[in-house]
């Protein structure tokens, strides 16, 4: 284990480099999380995990107590490092095109802490040629510094099980650098896919847009049967069952988060926007709230009704409310009824009502995440229910 050295997670206390740094830990290597949120590093040493990780408290407590993970907001411990994984991407702005200020700026921030003979790996997703420009930023620093592209393709919620299972992509410009990361992800990963850099970027962009596209044009069948008074339900147990080649179509629903439409957009960016797929998946995902506000409004006149929305997650089982479509939705039914209640079983946010009064006090029901506790809900006589995704039970055609 001396011989990989100590890793550093910048941007560890967040949803990716925190499992990643409890995996690191709970085999062997000491670990240190860098991070500027002060709240989230006191709950991680206190053993409480600040999210929802399926398995990682009992893994946080355990390498606690072995003394493998530290977390602070001081980076003069950087220069102990063999590894240093940064936990920073690149973003889309208000304009959708990428931004790489985020990245630089960390970088900038803890120049002065890092030394030549380290290996920086990128973990989270990266605009196509953000390998090579980082590369370029250590070489005109003076530092030798390999830089390699490791992009995470996990399940959020799933970290921990899904880093084991599943391939790992490893990428660097330098074979060196490369058998380094094969090595560090060894620790807990057995298969690897090792492409070239910027290989490994669309990798991760192309994944990513390849849910999203699937989800659209399920979104767009879900309106066209819907716009014609029919039950997609129906339509889709007929287009799957027994039929291997459409057993892959997923179900309608709000396709949002952190990761989808931002990496779509990303490679529409990276195409110089000759992606006209992408922009049409973006058109139909992020219409799908408007199209349920709409489907509300012509049933009926909602002005003074009261609508409750069911789920602020942007997925199923998920705490994680980033970027979610409900607050699109909740915004838009403020504007168009009388009152707008919201709920969700895993969300921290200050306007959460119970579920029993939402469900009591509403007219209108929209069903916003497919949370599990939703499928077996009683829904009171006399509600209008909006369910993309045939989550409720008294939706179920199965």
Same mark, same amino acid.
């Given at each position: 284990?001396?011989?990989?050295g100590e ?18 830990? &709970?085999h /062997? ?6 991070d500027l949120e *002060? #709240?989230?590093?006191? +709950? ?5 995990m600040p999210f929802?990780?399926?398995g990682?408290?009992?893994v ?6 072995r003394?493998t993970?530290?977390?602070t ?5 950087l220069k102990?490092?063999g ?11 208000e304009?959708?095109?990428p931004?790489?200020?985020?990245i630089l ?6 120049q ?7 290996t920086l790996?990128l ?13 370029r930023?250590f070489r005109?620093?003076?530092? &030798?510094? /390999?830089?390699?592209c490791?992009?995470e393709?996990?399940? *959020? #919620?799933h970290s921990? +099980?899904?880093c084991?299972?599943?391939p790992?992509?490893?990428s660097?410009?330098?074979?060196e ?12 990963a057995s ?6 850099p910027?290989?490994a ?5 192309m ?6 596209l699937?989800?659209?044009?399920a979104?767009?069948?879900y ?5 014609n008074?029919l ?5 889709l147990?007929g ?9 892959g179509?997923?179900?309608?629903g709000?396709?949002a988060?952190p ?6 957009m ?6 110089h ?6 922009h ?8 799908l709230?408007?199209f ?8 009926a006149?909602?002005?003074r009704?009261?609508?409750g929305?069911?789920?602020?997650a942007f997925k199923?089982g ?6 979610s ?10 504007f168009?009824t009388g009152?707008?209640?919201r709920?969700?079983?895993?969300v921290?946010?200050?306007?959460v009502?119970?579920?029993g ?6 007219d209108l ?5 497919p ?5 077996t ?16 039970p008294h939706?179920?055609?199965s």
């Amino acid at each position: 284990m001396e011989s990989l050295g100590e890793v550093a997670v910048i941007g560890g206390a967040g949803r990716v480099g925190l499992p990643l740094a409890l995996l690191f830990a &709970d085999h /062997g290597l000491k670990t240190t999380i860098l991070d500027l949120e *002060q #709240g989230k590093l006191d +709950r991680i040493l206190a053993g409480q995990m600040p999210f929802a990780e399926l398995g990682a408290e009992e893994v946080l407590q355990r390498v606690l107590k072995r003394g493998t993970l530290n977390a602070t907001t001081d980076a003069t411990f950087l220069k102990n490092c063999g590894f240093v994984v940064c936990i920073v991407g690149t973003p889309v702005d208000e304009h959708m095109n990428p931004s790489f200020d985020g990245i630089l700026r960390v970088l900038r921030q803890y120049q002065a802490h890092f030394r030549s003979g380290q290996t920086l790996v990128l973990r989270s997703t990266v605009f196509p040629g953000s390998s090579a420009r980082i590369q370029r930023f250590f070489r005109d620093a003076g530092l &030798d510094i /390999g830089v390699a592209c490791c992009p995470e393709r996990v399940a *959020q #919620g799933h970290s921990l +099980r899904e880093c084991r299972e599943l391939p790992q992509i490893i990428s660097a410009f330098d074979p060196e650098t490369l058998a380094k990361v094969r090595a560090l992800f060894s620790l807990f990963a057995s298969d690897f896919i090792e492409l070239e850099p910027m290989e490994a970027e669309l990798c991760k962009l192309m994944t990513n847009s390849w849910r999203y596209l699937q989800f659209a044009a399920a979104n767009q069948f879900y309106m066209i049967a819907r716009e014609n008074g029919l039950d997609f339900e129906r339509i889709l147990h007929g287009c799957r069952y027994n039929y291997p080649r459409m057993s892959g179509m997923p179900g309608p629903g709000f396709a949002a988060g952190p990761c989808l439409v931002k990496d779509t957009m990303q490679l529409a960016a990276f195409s110089h926007h000759s992606f006209p797929l992408g922009h049409a998946a973006m058109l139909v995902n992020e219409g799908l709230p408007a199209f349920l506000v709409s489907e509300a409004r012509r049933d009926a006149d909602i002005s003074r009704a009261t609508a409750g929305v069911l789920g602020l997650a942007f997925k199923g089982g998920s705490d994680d409310n980033r970027d979610s479509l409900s607050y699109k939705l909740i915004k838009m039914l403020q504007f168009v009824t009388g009152r707008v209640l919201r709920t969700d079983p895993f969300v921290q946010d200050p306007e959460v009502l119970p579920l029993g009064r939402v469900l009591e006090e509403s007219d209108l029901l929209f069903v916003a995440t497919p949370h599990e506790a939703y499928r077996t809900l009683r829904i009171p006589k006399g509600k209008r229910v909006y369910d993309p995704w045939n989550c409720l039970p008294h939706h179920d055609h199965s």
